[in-house]
């Protein structure tokens, strides 16, 4: 400890460094006000990459670099595949080498945390598309006669994802049923439970089911698919005759005779 000091002191090197005697004293100052981690393999309480897991366990985002000693430097080499950025050989190393080596540590575990930032957005990005292919469904109209337009706008700003679903399915006599529901609260968790809902109904709706049927299953999926009782949807629901001349309207399962003229 007392050399790395005095070669950073001869390099002129801008770096603040604080000793830990022990893995121990280590882990309660971690991850504290700390950039990068100079870790000796060889410590009183630990000996190896045991050292190097603890460290990244209570630090995951600071950058570590091993020191290692002459007869082990092989175990440099193991302590980066281990998660450390980059090892030096004790003895061999100036002022000038560990300031850089310090420097390029730092750079590179933060290009490494956004390379895994960047791909963790990019995963939930995929899962929320499909999410979204979940909750807005391509309609299952064979009417030429029936359009249907659509319009899904985030109502917080920056909100990418919400539990809002709809449906419109025409079944084999003609007669159409449209669907539009909104799961309490916005992200995956709600919009998953938003999808089975979709799903349950318009399995409902192709069977044949009566009305109170569909929303009675309905809250069955939302009961067992939600993890907490706090969670509810508000569904509504409308039924066309196969004419196009009369429509049914049912809000939560009370129904709503509404004329279509």
């Not at 971690?30 to 990459?49: A, R, Y």
């Not at 030429?144 to 700003?157: I, K, M, N, Q, T």
Request: glycine letters at 8%.
């Amino acid at each position: 400890a007392f050399l790395v000091r005095e070669l950073l002191l001869d390099a002129d090197s801008e770096v603040t460094l604080s000793r830990a005697r022990t893995l121990a004293e280590a882990t309660l100052a971690l991850p504290g006000d700390v950039d990068c981690v100079l870790l000796d393999l060889g410590l009183p309480d630990s000996d190896g990459l045991e050292a190097l897991r603890a460290v990244l366990e209570v630090a995951p985002s600071i950058a570590v670099l091993v020191l290692t000693g002459l007869a082990d430097e092989h175990r440099g080499t193991e302590a980066v595949a281990g998660g450390a950025q980059d090892y030096l050989v004790k003895g061999a190393i100036d002022g000038q080498l560990l300031t850089r080596a310090i420097r390029y540590a730092v750079e590179r575990k933060r290009a490494d945390e956004s390379v895994r930032r960047l791909y963790a957005s990019e995963v939930r990005a995929a899962e929320n598309a499909r999410l979204e292919r979940g909750l807005l469904p391509q309609p299952l109209v064979r009417d030429l006669g029936v359009e249907v337009h659509r319009l899904y706008r985030p109502g917080r700003h920056q909100s990418l994802l919400g539990g809002d679903f709809y449906d419109v399915v025409e079944c084999a006599d003609g007669v159409l049923f449209a669907l539009i529901g909104d799961v309490a609260g916005h992200g995956p968790d709600e919009a998953a439970i938003g999808v089975c809902l979709r799903i349950a109904w318009r399995t409902l709706v192709l069977s044949g089911a009566d009305a109170d049927t569909i929303f009675a299953s309905m809250h069955d999926v939302l009961v067992s698919e939600r993890e907490s009782d706090e969670v509810f949807a508000t569904v509504a629901m409308v039924r066309v005759d196969a004419d196009r001349t009369r429509a049914r309207f049912w809000l939560a399962g009370h129904p709503v005779p509404l004329l279509i003229e």
